[in-house]
């Protein structure tokens, strides 16, 4: 769970800004989506390896 303190002197709306930076970064988010439906072993197998061969690509491509 991601938590968030008020600072003195905060508005209400930078705290919500703060919470919601806070969430992406736990991945709280991309974990329900990814369990919102039920995925068997093959395919999560399948979307590791697409992953990885776009990790690949992605790191073989030349810079510019």
Same mark, same amino acid.
């Given at each position: ?18 919470? =919601?930076? @806070?969430? !992406? %970064? ?7 989506? #990814? &369990? ?9 197998? =399948?979307? @590791?390896? !697409? %992953? ?7 790191? #073989? &491509?030349?810079?510019?």
């Amino acid at each position: 769970m991601a938590y968030v303190s008020l600072n003195e002197g905060e508005t209400p709306e930078s705290l919500v800004n703060r919470f =919601r930076s @806070a969430v !992406q %970064r736990s991945g709280i988010l991309r974990e329900l989506k #990814n &369990r919102r439906y039920f995925k068997t072993k093959s395919q999560k197998v =399948r979307e @590791a390896a !697409q %992953r990885a061969a776009r990790r690949a690509r992605r790191r #073989n &491509r030349p810079q510019t």
